[in-house]
Structures are given as structure tokens and as C-alpha cells.
């Protein structure tokens, strides 16, 4: 069976409770269902920690590109121990320091600083998206 263009796989961190993981899975929301839906796929970390063989399929046949909200760094450490390939990592903080103006508050709603920040994460992450994409289509040389 012939597959049509591969998505790339977007996984945001799973920390509930936090104003950074959830600045993470805004952005991976925004890149997945608004900015780069037909580019893109989002896969729960959840379902990497439960071993759920279906999303490791998908891991392993797709570049993913992973978004942590802490220096743990748990979405990237789960992506490659569940077998995929991380292309590329995002740290929400890292993000932060580049825009210092937009600091997040809140939990179950972000305020206006934190839907500025993951907008301005979901930018980073659609230029990383049109970028693998565009790879993809030309000749690859990985």
C-alpha cells in the first residue's frame, strides 16, 4: 500500500499543573490543528509512557519534533526511547528568554503572556515544519 507524504509528528509536554507544559501543548495545538494540519500530526506523551504500539509505529516512521516544558526534558527523552527520531527539540524556556515580555501565568487558561509565548513557540515550530517538510520533498540527504 502506497502512503501519502509522511506527517511530521508533534509532541508537547505532558506537564499538567504547569504554566510551562502548558504553554507547550498550546503551541503543539496551534501547529497541528490551525497553522500545519496537513503537515503535521500531535501524539499525547501519555501514550509513548503507556507503550502504546500503535504511536510507537507512527514514531518510527516519522520525524518528530518534540516541545519540553522543563529541563527534564521528558517528551524528547520518551520520543527516542519509544524508538522515533527527535529532528528537532523546543524548550519552552529557551523560548522564554527570547521573549522575556510574554511571561505565562496560569494553569487551565494561560493569560495573555502565555498564549503570546505559544504563539510565538508555534512561529519556531511551523518554520521547523515547512523546513523538514521542504527536505522531504527535495532529494534527501540525512
Do not use: W
Not at 65 to 72: A, E, P, Y
Amino acid at each position: 500500500m502506497i502512503k501519502s507524504i509522511q506527517k511530521i509528528v508533534i509532541v508537547p509536554c505532558s506537564g499538567i499543573g504547569k504554566s510551562y507544559g502548558t504553554v507547550s501543548r498550546v503551541a503543539a495545538y496551534q501547529v497541528t490543528d490551525e497553522d500545519r494540519p496537513d503537515q503535521t500530526q500531535l501524539i499525547p506523551l501519555a501514550l509513548l509512557v503507556m507503550g502504546d504500539e500503535a504511536t510507537r509505529k507512527i514514531l518510527a516512521e516519522s520525524q518528530a519534533v518534540t516541545i519540553d516544558g522543563c529541563k527534564l526534558g521528558c517528551a524528547a527523552k520518551m520520543v527516542r526511547q519509544s524508538g522515533g527520531q527527535v529532528a528537532r527539540e523546543f524548550a519552552v524556556l529557551d523560548v522564554f528568554r527570547r521573549y522575556r515580555d510574554f511571561k505565562p501565568q496560569g494553569i487551565a487558561e494561560l493569560n495573555e503572556g502565555g498564549e503570546k509565548l505559544a504563539d510565538a513557540l508555534a512561529k519556531e515550530i511551523d518554520a521547523v515544519v515547512d523546513e523538514l517538510s521542504n527536505s522531504k520533498e527535495g532529494d534527501s540527504h540525512a
